[in-house]
C-alpha cells in the first residue's frame, strides 16, 4: 500500500535549527521520496517502509531536542507525483 505523508518537525525551544536540518538529511538519505517546501516535508513509498524511516528518525529527532513536537498527515495514496492546475 502506497502512502503521501506530510511532516512538520517543530523544536520548541531556541537554536532549533539543527535539529531540522538533521531530521530532512536524515529523510533524504532515506531512499524515499522526499520533496520540501518552507513548511513542510513530503515522504512518499510504501505504507511499511516509510513508516519504519518515520519511526526511527522521529525519535531520533526527539532525542536530539529538549522539546518539541511533530504534525503528521498521512494519505493513503502515492500523491509524489502531484501538480497544482491552478
Same mark, same amino acid.
Given at each position: 500500500?502506497?502512502?503521501?505523508?506530510?511532516?512538520?518537525?517543530?523544536?520548541?525551544?531556541?537554536?532549533?535549527e539543527?535539529a531540522?536540518?538533521?531530521?530532512?538529511?536524515?529523510?533524504?538519505n532515506?531512499?524515499?521520496?522526499v520533496?520540501?517546501n518552507?513548511?513542510s516535508?513530503? *515522504?512518499?513509498?510504501?505504507?511499511?517502509?516509510v513508516?519504519k *524511516?518515520?519511526?526511527k528518525?522521529?525519535?531520533?529527532?526527539f532525542e536530539?531536542?529538549?522539546?518539541?513536537?511533530?504534525?503528521i498527515k498521512i *494519505?493513503?495514496?502515492?500523491?509524489?507525483?502531484?501538480a497544482?492546475?491552478?
Amino acid at each position: 500500500m502506497k502512502i503521501s505523508v506530510e511532516l512538520t518537525l517543530t523544536p520548541i525551544q531556541d537554536n532549533y535549527e539543527p535539529a531540522i536540518i538533521n531530521f530532512i538529511k536524515q529523510m533524504r538519505n532515506s531512499g524515499l521520496i522526499v520533496k520540501e517546501n518552507p513548511l513542510s516535508t513530503q *515522504v512518499y513509498g510504501d505504507y511499511d517502509e516509510v513508516m519504519k *524511516v518515520l519511526n526511527k528518525e522521529i525519535k531520533t529527532a526527539f532525542e536530539a531536542i529538549d522539546r518539541g513536537l511533530i504534525y503528521i498527515k498521512i *494519505v493513503k495514496s502515492d500523491r509524489s507525483d502531484y501538480a497544482a492546475d491552478f
